[in-house]
């Protein structure tokens, strides 16, 4: 049996991502009898084994300790282990993972003109309660954060519905008053006549690399796991970077006013020639302007695949499984 298990999406948009994502990093997971296979390896990491599992299973199963790592949204992190204490003893975030993005969100419908803000929908439930003598139904799949945010707004008189199906259509189809979901844009909201309340936004989520606390880890697993998190981090730092190359009559005066500047780093120091800057992805042609200004002959900009160093992620992590 393999010792680390890696927890990866089995299906949908989630996987799609992930699977790019780790390909990137130099994570390319190989399914012997390929997209049906829901267990997987990575070359050249012999005691890593993948395993498939719905994102909402990922986070259960790092909660209960029997996957180290794991990539899933974090709305489903806070769903399965709501209690942030508990949460904090059982998992480890490593990072968020840039794609993957939605909002849980409260929706309520259109018509609800006077409904703007959750004070204003805990004014509407003793309102409804007083209309039709029942509580407001809150349609969602989200039932620990639902009851958490809305104890936080003093907001008691509810009753929760349990969905299955597709949430944002509850309310027209009579099972429901409103709801909490989760949304990318909004739009399939707004198609069933539902607006975002101006303070409803409750958690704005998006994929993320997870550590369990609670797996049984050992000396063996906490290197692979430094590997795997290393090889992250570095195609996380090349995709927020361009590589700046030029040849400058003083690169030391150079690579300290582009350090102030731009943020750049020269990561090799300023002695080689060219001098090679590394620089925020937004400000590498501004910088190039300036390297030009100052006397570069010419400037080459260019897209790095990794970039490896001293790595915060990995410390952190080490730290936190022991």
């Known amino acids: 049996m393999s010792e680390l298990i890696l927890a990866v999406p089995s299906k949908g948009r989630l996987q799609e991502q992930a699977l790019d994502f780790l390909t990137r990093s130099g994570l390319k997971i190989d399914r012997a ?17 993948v395993a498939f599992l719905s ?24 769903e399965t282990v709501d209690d942030p204490a508990d949460r904090a003893a059982k998992l480890h975030l490593v990072t968020p993972l840039g794609f993957g993005p939605a909002d849980v969100v409260v929706a309520v419908p259109e ?10 929908l805990a004014d509407a439930a003793e309102m409804h309660r007083a209309r039709h003598g029942r509580t407001l ?23 929760i519905v349990e969905s299955l199906g597709a949430t944002e259509g509850a309310p027209a189809a009579g099972a429901a008053d409103l709801v909490v979901d989760i949304t990318t844009t909004g739009s399939t909201l707004a198609a069933n006549q539902l607006k975002i309340l101006s303070d ?26 430094a590997t795997i998190v290393d090889r992250i981090a570095a195609e996380m730092r090349a995709r927020s970077v361009l590589e700046l190359r030029a040849v400058l009559p003083d690169p030391a005066r150079a690579a300290t006013e ?34 030009r200004l100052i006397g570069a002959s010419s400037v080459v900009i260019m897209q790095v695949a990794d970039v490896y160093g001293d790595n915060p992620l990995t410390a952190a992590l080490i730290e936190a499984i022991g």
């Open 33 to 49: 009898r390929g997209g049906r296979d829901y267990r997987g390896h990575i070359a050249g990491l012999p005691e890593l084994e």
């Open 55 to 78: 994102a909402s299973e990922i986070a259960r199963e790092l909660a209960a300790g029997n996957a180290h790592l794991g990539l899933t949204g974090l709305d489903l992190v806070h």
């Open 111 to 120: 018509r609800w003109i006077d409904v703007d803000n959750m004070a204003d």
């Open 137 to 159: 139904r809150v349609a969602t799949k989200f039932v620990h954060m639902t009851r958490r945010f809305f104890a936080a707004h003093g907001l008691a008189d509810y009753r």
């Open 200 to 225: 409803g936004v409750i958690l704005a989520s998006e994929a993320h690399f997870v550590a369990s606390r609670v797996a049984p880890w050992t000396d063996a697993t906490r290197s692979i796991a």
């Open 258 to 291: 582009t350090a102030e500047r731009f943020d750049a780093v020269a990561p090799f120091g300023h002695e080689p020639v060219p001098l090679t800057l590394h620089v925020p992805r937004r400000r590498g042609s501004e910088c190039a302007a300036f390297l």
